[in-house]
């Protein structure tokens, strides 16, 4: 499985940004996508999941609200609308799959649930 993460850059605080997620390699409905990030020096965080049919959704604290997690399954991507940012919100962001059917499920919050990872993308939010 192949992800390429896209829609990164440079943003003012309280700008919009929309990343996506490419998928290709195996059937891509049904199985489990997340976004994750990782700010410098810091670990990599949980931000949001979908479930494999995309109706079901979960989010970190820290974004809820201003974040919305979406999958087109006929276009085999995922998206991140990333609203209100924030220079904390400034990070490498990831898209990740999982190798376990979650249909219509979203347990998969940490990082030892998905199997597939794309390359990253950085968003940066200045003051």
């Known amino acids: 499985v192949q992800l390429q993460a896209s829609g990164g850059g440079l943003v003012q605080a309280g700008g919009s940004l929309r990343l996506s997620c490419a998928a290709s390699?195996?059937?891509?409905?049904?199985?489990?996508m997340g976004w994750f990030r990782q700010a410098p020096e810091k670990e990599r965080e949980f931000v949001a999941a979908?479930?494999?049919?995309?109706?079901?959704?979960v989010y970190a604290d820290a974004v809820k609200g201003r974040f919305t997690i979406s999958r087109d399954n006929a276009e085999n991507t995922v998206y991140l609308q990333m609203s209100s940012l924030r220079p904390e919100d400034t990070a490498v962001y990831y898209c990740?799959?999982?190798?376990?059917?979650?249909?219509?499920?979203?347990?998969?919050?940490?990082?030892?649930?998905?199997?597939?990872w794309g390359q990253g993308t950085q968003v940066t939010v200045s003051s």
């Open positions: 990740a799959a999982t190798g376990t059917y979650y249909y219509d499920e979203v347990y998969h919050t940490q990082d030892s649930d998905y199997d597939y």
């Open positions: 390699g195996r059937t891509f409905s049904g199985y489990g």
């Open positions: 979908v479930s494999g049919s995309g109706g079901k959704k």
